[in-house]
């Protein structure tokens, strides 16, 4: 549903809007996706130089112990603790009243007392003492523990040696130690005794972790202080352990200090108002300054929006998240891609606003300017227009260059030499340089995404062994030879005018291919007979018009781009037929006549090159009838088939002034001659009696 139909506001305004809208909406993104921006923006490694200016304590801070140290004393914590143990009462009290019960119901008819008494004051004995499973015994021992805390009934503790405690089997070997002589030792191995005997040293797991934490409370967690102004670190020194801790502790506090929400807001406010600002002065450079056309189409807005949101949205990752470095993005790929479609203007100047914008999020921003600045500069020198692989290639190879040559000079400046380390950068251009390889690939991606047509696609199509033009020269020979001529005369012009050659040398090979319908009714491909001759002249305009639309099915059949098929639909504008209409004019004298069905069904050309295309097919087609070819002849010739059209108005939807045309026909006379150029007459052979002489 369309915001015009509600606020009635003229398409011009409500294209400005969308735009508008587009660069607000992306600024927001932009500024949300930036977490990094609002913490501790630098890179560094232990072992490894430092790569930005002098870094002094902007405050001050304590420096933490590392995450290694900490865990190592939590550790010592943790060992040098003694588990806490307590002896379980109800264990031994429950023990003993099976063993009470269990004498009077099954052992007090066959033996006396003597025998309830000992195995009783053995095991509250054996309790008194504590007995241990083996396997906690093995555990403690495991874990260098020989003596342990155990718990009394008032809550003290007091550290007794693990040995102390019997386990399983020695509390059953001491049942049937020092028995009484009055005692059958038999007697108590019928009873079963190792049924009465439980562990009942249980470990306080509670209460000893409490210990633990309470002793990690009191350790500290900093090692000293860094007081406000204080160095820590210089360009290219090496990071040692004490100030990689130094370091980590800044960045800690750092972070922590902007962890507010309200500083969080301003921050990702003031965020957002430097975007936009950058991408509003982009804005009005392109509307006003530079190339008007590219704002006026909303998809050329959301194809830089996307490109622009891409490439910060690297930029950002590597620098939050410390993936790898920024040498390896390929932002040089951004000017490449937009100039593959736009202008050298258009794409510097998006290109700019891109690296300022990433600048506002990477530690060392002049730096990072300088270079991308000088890198992108290079590729637009080096790439005015992209047609094949190899000067690709070249590009890319150039911008290495430019990186490397651009980083050294930073070296020197700073550093006042080069050391060894500073060669590692070089790798990174090295990838750099291979991902810029894959703009070709992206090129293609881009055209069948976005509906543009590149250089490269153009110089594909405008292969005369393509199977649409192929065709056309064995379809129709004359209107083929027609396209080559009008090709030769509109690229020339479009060359001294400042046009797109590429474009409207395919656009011409094109233009007519809509008359391999019916070629025998188009007079460059006919031959003796004239099949309008049989045909009303209303009826031939029908047929003469109709290659337009046919052509245009034809385009669409074979998948031409759009920025081709215009040539097409243009190259007659909304002119008339006008030999098929002066003639039925003259053949009804007197009478209304429809002279929409001597149409052409349009647009008028509304671009340069669409405009040169015009002109060029009307001279060239009109050139033909000439029967003696002198300059003056075609002076007079392109005057007046120039001043016609220029007359009916045809042109005046395009860009085209007054100066463009006087080189147009300029252009035109000079090309003309050369194609239509006198040529020697051979003289024969008269043969006389005599023999040449072989040499």
């Known amino acids: 549903m369309s915001l015009r139909k509600y606020v009635k506001l003229p398409n011009k305004v409500s294209n400005r809007f969308k735009v508008l809208f587009t660069l607000f909406i992306l600024a927001v993104i932009i500024s ?68 009470k019960h269990d004498y009077e119901k ?45 718990l009394n009934e008032n809550n003290e503790t007091h550290t007794v040696p693990i040995s102390r405690f019997l386990t399983l089997k020695e509390a059953y070997e001491l049942l049937f130690e020092n028995i009484p002589s009055s005692l059958e030792r038999k007697e108590l191995s019928n009873l079963d005794l190792s049924s009465y005997l439980s562990s009942n040293v249980i470990y306080n797991q509670a209460l000893t972790e409490q210990m633990i934490k309470g002793e990690i409370d009191k350790l500290s967690l900093s090692t000293g202080m860094v007081q406000a102004g204080e160095r820590i670190v210089d360009r290219g020194e090496i990071v040692d352990g004490y100030t990689y801790n130094v370091l980590n502790s800044l960045k ?58 891409l490439f910060i949205s690297l930029t950002q990752m590597v620098v939050n998240y410390q993936w790898f ?87 020197l400046f700073r550093e006042g030499s080069l050391d060894a380390g500073i060669f590692l950068p070089f790798l990174y251009f090295g990838i750099n340089l291979i991902f810029l390889m894959f703009t070709y690939l992206l090129v293609y991606l881009i055209e069948k995404g976005f509906g543009y047509v590149s250089n490269i696609s153009l110089v594909e199509l405008s292969d005369i ?6 065709q056309l020269s064995e379809v129709a020979p004359g209107t083929f030879q027609h396209s080559l001529q009008v090709s030769i005369l509109a690229t020339e012009a479009a060359l001294q005018i ?39 002249f209303d009826e031939s305009a029908r047929i003469i018009i109709r290659h337009v639309t046919d052509g245009i099915a034809l385009a669409q059949k074979y998948q031409l781009p759009d920025a081709v098929i215009d040539f097409i639909r243009t190259h007659h504008g909304r002119g008339q037929a006008k030999y098929f209409y002066n003639s039925y004019y003259n053949q009804h004298p ?100 005599a023999q040449p002489v072989k040499a």
């Open 106 to 150: 099954r052992a007090s008819g066959r033996l006396n007392y003597q025998y309830y008494t000992y195995v009783q004051n053995s095991l509250r004995k054996i309790y008194d003492t504590g007995v241990m499973s083996n396997e906690e015994k093995s555990n403690l021992r495991k874990h260098g523990h020989l003596e342990l805390k155990l």
């Open 32 to 99: 949300l996706l930036a977490p990094g921006n609002r913490g501790f923006k630098y890179q560094f490694y232990k072992g490894k130089p430092w790569n930005y200016e002098l870094l002094t304590a902007p405050y001050d801070f304590p420096v933490y112990k590392s995450d290694a140290v900490i865990a190592m004393e939590r550790d010592s914590v943790k060992d040098s603790i003694l588990p806490i143990y307590s002896l379980d009462k109800e264990t031994g009290m429950k023990m003993l009243a099976d063993w």
């Open 498 to 536: 400042g046009a797109d050659v590429q474009l409207i040398r395919t656009g011409a090979l094109y233009h007519d291919i809509g008359k391999m319908k019916n070629p025998t009714y188009f007079t460059e491909n006919q031959g003796v007979n004239n099949p309008h001759e049989l045909l009303p």
């Open 590 to 689: 007197g009478e209304t006549i429809d002279v929409e069905q001597f149409t052409y069904p349009g647009p008028n050309p509304f671009t340069k090159e669409t405009g040169i295309l015009m002109l060029a097919d009307a001279v060239e087609a009109s050139s033909r009838s000439l029967k003696e070819v002198t300059e003056e002849g075609l002076e007079q010739l392109v005057n007046k088939i120039v001043g016609n059209i220029i007359s009916e108005g045809l042109l005046n939807d395009t860009p085209i002034t007054f100066h463009d045309v006087q080189i147009i026909k300029s252009v035109f006379v000079k090309k003309l001659k050369t194609m239509y150029h006198a040529r020697i007459t051979y003289p024969d052979r008269i043969e006389t009696d």
């Open 252 to 309: 800690r506090i750092y972070n922590e200090r902007l962890g507010g929400e309200s500083q969080l807001f301003a921050v990702t406010l003031g965020g957002f108002l430097m975007v936009s600002c950058l991408l509003f002065s982009l804005w009005l450079m392109l509307s006003f300054f530079t190339n008007k056309n590219f704002v006026k189409k909303y998809r050329n807005v959301v194809f830089l929006a996307v490109l622009q949101l």
């Open 325 to 411: 470095t920024l040498y390896i993005i390929p932002y040089v790929m951004l000017p490449i891609l937009l100039r593959t479609f736009f202008d050298t203007w258009t794409a510097f100047l998006a290109y700019l606003s891109t690296i300022l914008i990433a600048s506002i999020f990477v530690p060392n921003p002049m730096e990072f300017m300088v270079m991308q600045i000088v890198a992108g500069i290079v590729a637009l020198s080096s790439l005015q227009s992209l047609t094949s692989r190899s000067q690709l290639i070249r590009c890319t190879f150039l911008v290495f260059v430019s990186y490397a040559l651009t980083y050294m000079a930073l070296e």
């Open 465 to 470: 062994n393509t199977p649409l033009l192929r």
